[in-house]
């Protein structure tokens, strides 16, 4: 842009050239030149262009041909020539110092473009000003870069001079050196009151440090954002959501840091509302879920399994308490989830499966008393009461199984554990609405709340946007605005989507100088979960007084009540159930609100208002069985079950009267006592055994018998202790006992003794059975015989043989001759009969005596007896006569084998001493 002559910038070429520079051909500092991308222009002193580079095409459009002899000022914009000119003659007194110029150049085109120009002057040998060389640079957008930042940071400042919140800046000391006007809206405070004074001024003092470590982040470069509360000018506190971020210089190092704070006092009291809304919810599942843990009836719920058409076919355990569990033996991982009709599939045929489905179906509470059951767990018929209630599309079921008289503990079923949580910092939309009710203006946010665009809301009328249900109220709520009355309500708006949600809507009237009414300032702010939270715990509470009216027990929540040290003097009755008023015989609301020594007194003398106390103290729950204690309302002692747990300040109290069970029980025990008695003074064994035939109860006589301890018997199986030839007839008497008419059967059998040998007992069996027949269990009476056994067996074989061989006597020879014949067609085989009798033995009686002559017969005997089988029979028919009668013969000549072996082997010589 600035003149000089054509040529390199020292005087000539004979010129000393200094000695460390580089040489460079000329030609090559014309290529550096040419191929520079920004345009280099030789012009002389006059401003007359002499030589420009190649790049002015790119640039302006022009051949470098177009523009030598051209003065520069001919394509500087008119705006532009005081400017170039005055740098130009600035240039001329500088000698060799750069200077730099910006000025729209004409393009080809007829455009303009702004160029950056950088030039020196060129001097002679004598230093004088023989032109100047410039370089141009195309600036066009970076000054449009330029502009746009400075309107940028305009529009920003009146945002922040003229937004709702408050936008400040701050030096590296937290000292506030700038603050927008809304200052006056938000705290009550001109910006003037707040220049200059430290940031801390202005802060509560439990917030202070929180500013501070927040202040230390932003000075190393860090974007924070923390709440705090700030004086308002009247005295009172807002909290305020402050984001920071620093600010630096053009080398980079952090100076202050600009932020801005949003009044969210309302929304830090909606959190508050929240949380203690949210721990109310809490408070009432806790006393739910106690309710619970005090139920001594088992419980479950039942979600119900329809088929495509809407039909119940099945139920599935969704939840369960452990007096439940503990009856169906079943753990939690096992029952729930579990199909109903898969784990008892009797229940379908029982008719109790429809009563199910009809109480989901009707709505009509399920009540059903001794039902009859055939219990898959316990193999046999049980009674059981049934309670059920339909609440939340389940089935909620208690029974009690009253087929016997005492029962586990056991708890209220637990309520549904996983409830989703109320969402929080809900973004609040702030709007201005006129005195007619037009909106003027509202946040960005109102599209992320409802839906709506803000240009669509804009200018619309308020009304048109609350739930069609809800319009008289909104129409009445903003006349109370308007009026000064209202400055809240809660209403339902619609969304773009269609649906409604519920905002707290809050307004404050904006006047005029003269009181006028002219705008309204407020906000809205989604509360469509916390609604509906409310609604949950009404439902919740509908569903905890559902349960506790359906309980078969009485049931009350007791409330502490503490004297001014907090020591608990009394307990208030509260939530009482239907059961309890009854057997108390008061109206609920003369019971709910009473205390419980008034009504109650020797609670307080019997130790039961302490063991409340200490449960409230400790928290651990309090359990009681057959606990004595005279009642002053029912003027008897009763006994009681009591199981309480600790809710809040107070206890969930549940009680049955157990007076008649404990009587039961009472008289049982003396019976079984007697019956111990006589058991253990019998001479006989008396045991009593199970459906499996295992031991159960042992009398101790069974120690002297058979040398056990009666413990150690108990759950044996009797066949254990049975001999092995002997068990069949265990079982057939136990069988013949069965289907006797009185149940009575008897047995001879061998029992084993604690030495490991076995003794002869006569057994009789009776089995027990309840009215019905249906068998229960079966006792038995055991005598020992053992040594009347063996007599008879003495005796009976001292008939049967001969005294002098040991062989079988003629009686008994002819008995078995007589069944082995009859035998014989059955196997197939014959028999062989041998007649032998002694020769000369007469001889050896005179001779040698008679002594001698029974010596010789019976070692004749004993060799004859070898050398037979063992089922061939020796017998003896009298004197010197024997008869041999072998088995199992196929021919003639296996008899007469045998016969010669014998005959070779018999006469032998014998030693006889003579007498």
């Known amino acids: 842009m600035f003149g000089g002559r054509k040529g390199p910038a020292v005087s000539g070429d004979d010129s000393p050239r200094r000695a460390d520079a580089r040489w460079v051909p000329e030609d090559e500092y014309r290529l550096l030149v040419e191929m520079s991308a920004d345009v280099l222009a030789h012009g002389d002193t006059a401003g007359v262009l002499q030589y420009v580079s190649p790049a002015v095409t790119h640039l302006l459009g022009y051949s470098p041909e177009d523009l030598i002899g051209t003065p520069v000022r001919r394509l500087v914009h008119p705006d532009d020539v005081p400017t170039v000119a005055a740098t130009q003659l600035t240039l001329l007194d500088a000698g060799e110092e750069p200077h730099e110029v910006r000025a729209r ?56 001079e003229r937004g709702s919140d408050l936008v400040f800046r701050g030096d590296v000391n937290a000292v506030l ?43 190393k470069g860090e974007t924070v954002r923390y709440r705090a509360r700030v004086r308002h000018a009247r005295g009172t506190w807002r909290w305020m959501e402050v984001a920071a971020e620093p600010v630096r210089d053009r080398d980079g190092m952090i100076v202050g840091r600009v932020g801005s704070a949003r009044d969210v006092t309302d929304q830090v009291r909606a959190e508050e509302d929240l949380r203690q809304s949210r721990a109310q919810l809490a408070d009432e599942r806790a006393r739910l879920r106690a309710v619970a843990d005090s139920e001594l009836d088992p419980r479950v719920q039942l979600d119900p399994v329809r088929d495509p058409g809407g039909t119940i076919v099945d139920f599935t355990y969704a939840d369960a308490n452990p007096a439940a569990l503990t009856y169906l033996d079943r753990d939690s991982d096992e029952l729930l989830g579990a199909r109903l009709l898969d784990l008892f599939p009797g229940q379908a045929d029982s008719g109790l499966f429809a009563r199910y489905v009809d109480a989901i179906e009707s709505g009509v509470p399920l009540i059903l008393d001794s039902a009859p059951l055939h219990s898959e767990i316990r193999h046999a018929e049980r009674r059981l009461d049934f309670r059920g209630v339909a609440a939340g599309g389940s089935l909620n079921l208690t029974w009690r199984d009253v087929t016997e008289r005492f029962e586990a503990a056991a708890a209220l079923q637990r309520s549904e554990e996983h409830y989703r949580l109320l969402a929080e910092n809900a973004t609040d939309v702030v709007y201005r609405m006129s005195a007619d009710g037009t909106l003027e203006w509202v946040s960005e946010s109102v599209e992320q709340m409802m839906g709506y665009p803000r240009e669509q809301v804009v200018g619309r009328s308020a009304l048109d946007f609350v739930a069609p249900d809800d319009a008289d109220a909104a129409q009445a709520a903003m006349v109370g605005v308007l009026d000064g009355r209202l400055t809240a309500l809660r209403q339902r708006l619609r969304t773009a989507d269609g649906s409604t949600l519920w905002a707290d809507i809050t307004g404050r009237v904006v006047r005029d100088d003269s009181g006028a009414v002219v705008a309204v300032d407020g906000g809205w702010r989604d509360v469509t979960e916390q609604h509906a939270q409310l609604e949950q715990l009404a439902d919740e509470q509908a569903r905890l007084a559902a349960i506790l009216h359906a309980e078969l027990e009485p049931h009350v929540y007791l409330e502490a009540v503490r004297d001014d040290r907090g020591t608990i003097v009394d307990f208030t009755y509260r939530d009482t159930n239907d059961a309890a008023c009854a057997y108390l015989g008061m109206a609920r609301e003369d019971l709910e609100g009473a205390r419980v020594l008034d009504l109650l007194p020797g609670q307080a003398g019997s130790g039961m208002l302490a063991m409340y106390a200490a449960s409230v103290e400790s928290g651990e729950p309090l359990s009681l069985n057959d606990y004595a204690y005279p009642h002053e309302i029912l003027a008897s002692e009763r006994r009681y079950d009591i199981r309480a747990v600790k809710v809040g300040d107070g206890l969930s109290f549940a009680w049955r009267d157990v007076t008649d069970r404990y009587a039961a029980d009472a008289a049982l025990a003396a019976s079984e006592a007697r ?40 759950g044996t199986p009797l066949l254990d202790l049975i001999h092995p030839e002997d068990q069949p007839t265990v079982l057939a008497a136990a069988q013949t006992s069965h289907e006797a008419r009185d149940g009575v059967a008897a047995a001879r059998v061998r029992l084993r003794r604690s030495d490991g040998e076995y003794r002869w007992m006569d057994g009789v069996v009776r089995e027990v059975r309840d009215p019905s027949g249906t068998p229960l269990f079966a006792v038995a009476t055991l005598r020992d015989i053992d040594d009347a056994v063996k007599t008879e067996a003495l005796l009976q074989r001292q008939a049967a043989t001969d005294p002098l061989t040991g062989l079988v006597n003629r009686r008994e020879l002819f008995s078995s001759v007589g069944r082995m014949l009859r035998h014989t067609p059955r196997t197939g085989k014959d028999l062989a009969v041998m007649f032998i009798d002694l020769d000369k033995l007469k001889p050896i009686n005179d001779s040698c005596g008679h002594a001698a002559g029974d010596a010789v017969i019976a070692t004749v005997a004993r060799r004859m007896h070898e050398t037979v089988r063992a089922d061939d029979v020796v017998g003896r028919l009298g004197g010197d006569e024997f008869v041999v009668v072998l088995t199992g013969i196929t021919t003639a000549a296996d008899a007469t084998r045998i016969a010669d072996n014998s005959s070779t082997t018999s006469p032998h010589p014998c030693r006889a001493t003579a007498t």
């Open 105 to 160: 150049l004409l393009c080809a085109d007829g455009n303009w473009r702004w160029v950056s120009s950088k030039g020196r002057n060129l001097m002679d040998a004598d230093g004088r000003v023989v032109g100047t060389v410039a370089t141009w640079r195309d600036v066009t957008a970076q000054l449009a870069t330029e502009r746009e930042l400075v309107e940028s940071e305009h529009r920003y400042r009146l945002l922040a």
């Open 675 to 714: 019956f111990r008695m006589l058991a253990e003074n019998l001479g006989d064994i008396l045991v009593e055994l199970d459906l499996d035939q295992n031991l159960t109860f042992v009398s101790d006589v069974v120690t002297g018998a058979l040398g056990y301890l009666p413990q150690d018997l108990v």
């Open 177 to 219: 050196q700038w603050v927008s006007p809304s200052a006056s809206s938000v705290l009550g405070r001109s910006p003037d009151d707040m220049v200059g004074h430290p940031i801390a001024e202005f802060m509560h003092p439990e917030d202070i440090a929180a500013m501070r470590r927040a202040s230390a982040a932003a000075n």
